[in-house]
């Protein structure tokens, strides 16, 4: 849906003669010093799929929000390209011709802004209105898009209201439903929650993604916050000083920091939210053995059966229980459970509180491998690999 191709981004007049100063190996200070232009981007490659989020962060001034603004050519880029995916066929948004680049922002690329940016002396219904409003649309579409909107983010009775009465996290929800309403594909957030109390930003997280779920848009979203990044990211790319030092999905780079600089920031993360199940688990190797069978519980002589699905405790046969994600952890007995390896670090410590019993993990290649608490401690402190 999305990709940058060598973007360069440079700001200051003539920002041109920045390129042959890069490609000899300057550095933002450097070309700043020295020209007075300053480095935007540099060389950024990155791709995003479709009906996926990814997360640009870093700290401030890192160039996240300056990489953001070049899908929708709020920012020109100085070099590169910007590829978007349009009617059929994959574009270089800066190549397009005028109407074209018109098109694509007006109907397929929103954007929610940090700052709410609605027009006080408008309602609710208008500010999300508005948009489509200057789009053209008849008053009918535009009343059905509204209502629908409103529903979605659970304003339909705050729809009369100017933004003045509304709290800051009701207002950012007006902003979302402004974005949501163009139908466009691609929504471009640019730290649309950092202004919020904690409370309310991770309220609206949930809703974000609970939203996602649904519609799948390509989202591109901006934050210096990283457990905010793990959470929402199919994706995150880390930047600093105007390069992406490292891209992956949130295991990878929890587990493989590519940089100090990327281990740095990871250092503090919380586990519960990232790590998945087979990012944990060890195989039943690890275990004491005894013809084919695995100690799964010293203390109750609690003996797993890796061919038949079943554990022997104290001469009682005791079936293993399946947990999938969507389940209710209330209908958990006590007993050995099976879970997939995308279930999450999470899940299995409330499992193995809620059973008393290892959680045995199924990987893809349909081996089996354990979490016992030796890999809950070991996953808590960062002591992985």
């Known amino acids: 849906m999305i990709e940058f191709k060598n973007v360069d981004l440079v700001f200051g007049k003539n920002p041109e003669r920045a ?62 390209e910007v590829l978007i995916e349009h009617k059929g066929e994959v574009l270089n948004f800066f190549d397009a011709d005028h109407q074209t680049q018109r098109d694509i922002r007006m109907k397929r690329i929103s954007m929610v802004f940090q700052k709410f940016a609605l027009m006080p002396w408008l309602t609710v219904a208008e500010n999300i209105g508005f948009a489509l409003d200057v789009q053209g649309l008849s008053k009918e579409e535009i009343a059905r898009r509204v209502d629908a909107q409103l ?117 503090h993360t919380n586990p519960l939210h990232v790590l998945l199940c087979g990012d944990i688990a060890d195989p039943l190797t690890v275990l004491p053995a005894k013809d084919d069978h695995y100690c799964i519980d010293t203390k109750q002589d609690c003996w797993f059966n890796a061919d038949t699905g079943d554990a022997q405790c104290q001469n009682q046969t005791i079936k293993v229980q399946r947990w999938q994600e969507g389940d209710s952890m209330n209908d958990l007995i006590e007993a050995p459970t099976l879970v997939s390896a995308s279930a999450s670090f999470h899940e299995a410590l409330e499992i193995r509180h809620r059973t008393g019993f290892v959680v045995l993990v199924e990987c893809n290649d349909r081996s089996l491998k354990v979490i016992g608490d030796d890999q809950l401690y070991r996953g808590l402190l960062g002591k992985l690999g």
């Open 19 to 80: 390129l042959p100063l890069l490609d000899q190996g300057y550095d933002r200070d450097r070309l700043q010093s020295e020209t007075g232009l300053v480095l935007g981007v540099s060389q950024a490659n990155l791709k995003v799929n479709k009906g996926e989020i990814c997360v640009l962060m870093g700290l401030s001034g890192s160039g996240k929000s300056s990489l953001l603004r070049c899908v929708n050519g709020l920012n020109p880029v100085t070099r590169g």
């Open 151 to 267: 529903e979605l983010v659970g304003l339909t009775e705050w729809r009369n209201h100017k933004p003045s009465a509304l709290s800051g996290g009701m207002q950012q929800r007006v902003g979302l439903a402004r974005a949501l309403a163009t139908e466009s594909d691609i929504l471009l957030m640019d730290e649309p929650f950092s202004a919020l109390d904690p409370l309310i930003r991770q309220q609206l997280q949930e809703e974000l993604l609970q939203l996602q779920s649904r519609l799948q848009k390509t989202i591109v979203f901006v934050s210096h916050d990283l457990d905010e990044a793990l959470k929402l990211g199919n994706t995150i790319a880390i930047m600093k000083d105007g390069c992406i030092v490292q891209q992956g999905n949130p295991q990878d780079i929890v587990l493989n920091p590519a940089t100090q600089y990327v281990e740095d920031f990871v250092a």
